[in-house]
T-cell receptor
Framework: GAVVSQHPSWVICKSGTSVKIECRSL??????MFWYRQFPKQSLMLMAT?????????EQGVEKDKFLINHASLTLSTLTVTSAHPEDSSFYIC??????????FGAGTRLSVL | QKEVEQNSGPLSVPEGAIASLNCTYS??????FFWYRQYSGKSPELIMF????GDKEDGRFTAQLNKASQYVSLLIRDSQPSDSATYLC?????????????FGGGTRLMVKP
């Protein structure tokens, strides 16, 4: 299957700081990248969909000014959690899709905000 | 009514048995169907996808799709303890949805030695 690289895998930060998470498709060009959040023992929750070169589409209830998404190329998307607070602590997972509507997931980033 | 429904489980099967995981979906126009496996604390991993009615086999895994009844299932033969995980069913409705998937809540499978 296709490989999606996500970094960092784990980050601990102080409240009020910003954290950037990178998602790269290593062996294919991703027309669309997705960002999910997952709290313990809960389902995946889609946060936003991003297409290369255009603004991300955010799901209802997700603050676009707090979760900044940049999709600068067909292989790279970034999610920046701005002014992070303890309630933002979660498991953030990206996925990338090329053809055939198949999404391949990155390994995820566990964010802990102190 | 949720768009993609799965029994949350846990589904417990003995080692070596067949595990049967089921998923129903509400949008009759859905075109692509996926099964992902998610171990605790890890991200989802694609196991299989199926587009056409019938069965699709890959090793110990068989995906079954019945569009008329709007269900898709995953059979795991010769279940192993390492198969213990949460299995996510995902559906793509096509059209304007692009590559977006709608996920079910997942079924937790426990394979007991």
């Amino acid at each position: 299957g296709a490989v999606v690289s996500q970094h960092p895998s784990w980050v601990i930060c102080k409240s009020g700081t910003s954290v950037k998470i990178e998602c790269r498709s290593l062996d294919f060009q991703a027309t669309t990248m997705f960002w999910y959040r997952q709290f313990p023992k809960q389902s995946l929750m889609l946060m936003a969909t991003s297409n290369e070169g255009s603004k991300a589409t955010y799901e209802q209830g997700v603050e676009k000014d707090k979760f900044l998404i940049n999709h600068a190329s067909l292989t790279l998307s970034t999610l920046t959690v701005t002014s992070a607070h303890p309630e933002d602590s979660s498991f953030y997972i990206c996925s990338a899709a090329g053809g055939k509507n198949i999404q391949y997931f990155g390994a995820g980033t566990r964010l802990s905000v102190l | 009514q949720k768009e993609v429904e799965q029994n949350s489980g846990p589904l417990s099967v003995p080692e070596g048995a067949i595990a049967s995981l089921n998923c129903t979906y509400s949008d009759r126009g859905s075109q692509s169907f996926f099964w992902y496996r998610q171990y605790s604390g890890k991200s989802p991993e694609l196991i299989m996808f199926i587009y056409s009615n019938g069965d699709k086999e890959d090793g110990r895994f068989t995906a079954q799709l019945n569009k008329a009844s709007q269900y898709v299932s995953l059979l795991i033969r010769d279940s192993q303890p390492s198969d213990s995980a949460t299995y996510l069913c995902a559906v793509n409705i096509g059209g304007n949805a692009g590559n977006m998937l709608t996920f079910g809540g997942g079924t937790r499978l426990m394979v007991k030695p």
